[in-house]
């Protein structure tokens, strides 16, 4: 790999990383690209959501290549003494879907996985083996970065795909179930609980337990746990098919800009949640993740003798 040269390297392959290559690849297909993925697939273990209003049209276009889920019958939200159905539509993605898709339109070898970046620089990037990747544009969309200068919490969560005996008859989303029991803000530190379940198939549900919490710590057992719970109490009997985890920062306060300054490298361009590309209360990412990679993709300059994102 020493001696490689490419125009744009993006370090990280997940949401950010991997919808700036393919905003890139569709407006410049001339240029030469290098996703470089620590992992063994773009994208993780994941299932990222959004509404249908999200996106203008462009954003829809840089999506539409992506299978997904498409609810039009509206969502619901739910709390101890209140209940609403919203009838905007929702869309949701696996990651398993997204790597795949990604993978098909990317030039392959435009695609490093299993490969962890262990410098940046402006000129390009140095992985573990010690091999070279020089690049005209550097693009840092590694994961969120804790910090001191930033104050909040975590949201804390633990979904799981199930396939279930019997069809279960619902038709949309329930995006916020809040009328489950609540947490005490001591013992696991958390507080503030609500299941998100979205109706996959006929026969498939995926059923998320998510509560906000002072601390980064997942006990994926309670969780899995209070899933069970309120999935026996909907009478939903079957097996699980898939399971993922996530620990998501909350960011209340603080000095963002002290935290840039941590992170920053020079003539590196930041991105995705480690720049703070990220709604600060929800971590929700969609949206942003597709209007900067849009953005990105059409004001990249590598014109001059080393490249910029203007």
Not at 87 to 113: K, Q
Not at 128 to 138: Q, Y
Request: a negative charge.
């Amino acid at each position: 790999m020493s001696g490689r040269e490419v125009d744009v390297a993006i370090v990280g392959g997940g949401l950010a990383g991997g919808l700036i290559a393919l905003a890139l690849f569709r407006q410049r297909p001339d240029l030469k690209l290098a996703v470089i993925e620590q992992g063994a697939s773009l994208g993780g273990n994941h299932r990222w959501s959004w509404f249908e209003t999200d996106f203008d049209q462009h954003g829809d276009a840089l999506m539409e290549p992506f299978p997904r889920t498409e609810w039009s019958a509206g969502y619901d939200v739910q709390f101890p003494e209140y209940r609403r159905t919203l009838r905007s539509g929702y869309r949701s993605l696996s990651s398993a879907d997204y790597h795949t898709t990604l993978m098909d339109i990317l030039p392959p070898e435009s695609v490093l996985l299993n490969t962890t970046a262990t410098a940046l620089d402006t000129a390009g990037v140095t992985v573990s083996d010690g091999a070279r990747i020089s690049a005209k544009a550097v693009i840092d969309c590694r994961p969120f970065e804790p910090s001191p200068h930033l104050q909040g919490g975590w949201q804390v969560f633990h979904g799981q795909h199930f396939r279930l005996d019997q069809p279960h008859e619902i038709d949309r989303p329930m995006i916020m179930d809040a009328a489950v029991d609540q947490l005490a803000p001591h013992g696991d530190g958390g507080a503030y609980r609500f299941v998100y379940v979205l109706p996959l198939t006929p026969d498939e549900l995926f059923i998320e337990d998510t509560y906000y919490a002072d601390a980064p710590k997942l006990d994926r057992d309670a969780l899995a746990g209070r899933i069970k719970t309120y999935r026996c109490d909907k009478g939903w009997d079957g097996q699980v098919i898939g399971e993922e985890t996530g620990l998501l920062p909350v960011v209340t306060g603080g000095d963002f800009g002290a935290y840039i300054d941590d992170l920053r490298i020079d003539g590196v361009a930041l991105a995705g949640a480690r720049g703070g590309f990220a709604h600060p209360l929800t971590s929700y990412t969609v949206p942003i993740a597709v209007d900067n990679a849009l953005a990105i993709a059409s004001q990249i300059d590598l014109s001059g003798p080393l490249g910029s994102i203007v």
